[in-house]
Nanobody
Framework: VQLQASGGGLVQAGGSLRLSCVAS???????????MEWHRQVPGRARELVAA???????NYADSVKGRFTISRDNVKNTVYLQMNSLKFEDTAVYYC?????????????????WGQGTQVTVSS
C-alpha cells in the first residue's frame, strides 16, 4: 500500500489550499481504510496531528486549525482531503497523510499503518 499526497504549494496569508491523499495497493488491493489523518512538521519540531477522520466520518482537529481547516474523505476513491482556509504563516510545514489500511496482498489480509511522502505548504506573510 502506498499513500500519495498532493496539493501543497506557496500561498499568501489568508489564502486557501486543498490537500489530497490517495491510498492504493502496490502488490494487492485496498479492502478498507479505517482512520485517516493529516499531520504536519516543521524543521526542529515534532510532527503534530492536524486533523483526523474515522471511517464513519467523525472528525477531530487541533485547536490551532479549528474553524479554518476541514478534513473529509471519499471512501470510493480511497482519498482523504484537507481543505485549508484562512492560512497563516504558522501553518507553513510539510504535511503528511496517514491511514490505517486493510489490504489483500497475494491472497492474504494485511493490516497496516501507512504514511504519505509529505507535501510542502508555505504561507507567505
Amino acid at each position: 500500500v502506498q499513500l500519495q499526497a498532493s496539493g501543497g504549494g506557496l500561498v499568501q496569508a489568508g489564502g486557501s489550499l486543498r490537500l489530497s491523499c490517495v491510498a492504493s495497493g502496490t502488490s494487492g488491493r485496498v479492502v478498507r481504510i479505517d482512520d485517516m489523518e493529516w499531520h504536519r512538521q516543521v524543521p526542529g519540531r515534532a510532527r503534530e496531528l492536524v486533523a483526523a477522520i474515522t471511517s464513519g466520518g467523525s472528525t477531530n482537529y487541533a485547536d490551532s486549525v479549528k474553524g479554518r481547516f476541514t478534513i473529509s474523505r471519499d471512501n470510493v476513491k480511497n482519498t482523504v482531503y484537507l481543505q485549508m482556509n484562512s492560512l497563516k504563516f504558522e501553518d507553513t510545514a510539510v504535511y503528511y497523510c496517514k491511514a490505517d489500511v486493510i489490504s489483500n496482498e497475494y491472497g492474504n489480509t494485511v493490516a497496516g499503518r501507512y504514511w504519505g511522502q509529505g507535501t510542502q505548504v508555505t504561507v507567505s506573510s
